[in-house]
């Protein structure tokens, strides 16, 4: 992953209102890793995960962050989310599609896997990402056209690229995840809204240590290091004070 | 997974009456609106999300069934959801018109709701029984949180589906702050941007806080439209400005767009960025400053919309562009359309 990002740590955009994120799958692992990097460097961030448990407890964690409750594969939850994000941030320049489902647990031959724990993997991974993504592209259109910049950030893996054995609908879901983002890019990059989807690389997190029990922790990368380069990445991808009056699409960089 | 439904708002059968200056009236495809326009326009729309502004419950005084309808905000800023102005009806639903529904309790100030989860209070009464301006308890995160679980769309009696979040939210739809959809928005998608941008035509965008379309009772009708907040962005007003420097037209992707941009060209002829409130109604005696031309729904006669109107055609050509309506069956009553 790291030859796509720029390795030097990039302090946020200066915006008023402050830079406004949206993140999925925040209450763990990378996703809440990414809450606390952004809230450091001083953006408004919302977060949303299923356990509101779990989410009272970072709110109570990260004072003037916004927890929102909601299940990404539910249809029926994608707009009360959009509705929440863009009432409590007040709109949103950015939004990392965090959230993952592994498909089946323990992981499972493709041959030995459900239609429908496929179709659980493909609704959170890809499906519900679109539908969020496609919720929030009025407000988040709406902010490049103000030159805040926009960014949608899809969070894939090398299983998207690699046919790992057990790792079919997981992989075929975030392979699935990464060429929309492709498209998606090309598509909106006249719209001032880049598209980007990045692998953050195997770390230590309650979703790797579910996939691959025997794995040792030492040897996996901390969430809060994958965390600042994705944070940065994004930060690359936004006009920054300078750049405003820069046509969108002139400072793109590579989509991996 | 579930099969998405068509949505019942941006059908591709969508027909478009095309009015002409000296009154020539042409009928197209709602989709080829693009083709109307030309190198050096400006097209203006409403990035308005709708809220999900009704909310059943009941007065906790008399126990009595009550519907909330969020009608308005009561200052010049839609970023607290906290209080809100409101009409009140009495028990039943949607099915019924407004017209036919039984009245709400008798409200005062200091009245507890209770609104699936939330709770609020009665601030005020705003010159009729039924109109008031309430608070809701609780933090803004937990009140944006019910609202989504509990509010629901206003629905439409001619509607026969329910209408969903999904349904109200046009293409470009962003901040929540309008209370029914900006519903010339859905004219809009995003390769009709793309072809506009081809032809040289600008786009931009304002957030108007779009109000209640009508409430049944012709005394609030009367009050009719609100007060709406607006905010022009800076990239907005500096693109009016600079299109009406070069003679290009600018053109409103509905009525609430004419109205926020009217109110912010009011002196001088200049837009400024910021926030503003539209007030009054805008009718035949308006000298339009600012908006060239509107693409909007079909509206009522009788209603502000309707005349709203007056302020592009005279009487005769609106008269005759009624009675085109009427003659195609093309008028459609899914949506107020703003």
Redesign the interface.
Known sequence: MDQSYNSQSKGLPSLEPPLRVAITGGTAGLGLALVREFRRRGAEVAFVARDRERLQRVARELPGT????GDLAR?ED???????V???L??VDVLVNNASSLGPVPLALLADTECEQL?LA??TNL?GPFRLSR?L???L??SA???RGAVILNIISDAATNPYPQWGAYGASKAALLHLSRIWDT?LA??GVRVLALDPGDMDTELHAIALPDAAPASLRRPESAARELADAIAAALPNGELCGVPPGSDRGSVQ | MIPARRAIQRSPEARLLAVDTAGQINQILRADFVTLLRSGDLVIANDAATLPASLRGSHVATGGAIEVRLAGWPSATFDDPRCFDAIVFGAGDYRQRTEDRPSPPVLQPGDRLALGPLSARIEALLGHPRFVTLSFDGTPDAIWADLASHGKPIQYAHVPVPLKLWDVWTPIAGAPVAFEPPSAGFALDWRSLALMRARGIRFATLTHAAGISSTGDPELDNLLPLDEPFSIPAMTAAAINAARAHRGRVIAIGTTVVRALEAAGAHGGKVRCGNGVATGRIGAGTKLRIVDAILTGTHEPGTSHHALLRAFLDETRLSRIDAELAANHTRVRRFPAH
């Open positions: 916004h927890a929102i409750v249809k994608i707009y009360p989310i959009a509705l929440q863009t009432g409590s007040g709109g179709e493909l609704a499906v919720a592209l009025g407000a259109s709406a056209r103000q030159g598509e006249r719209e």
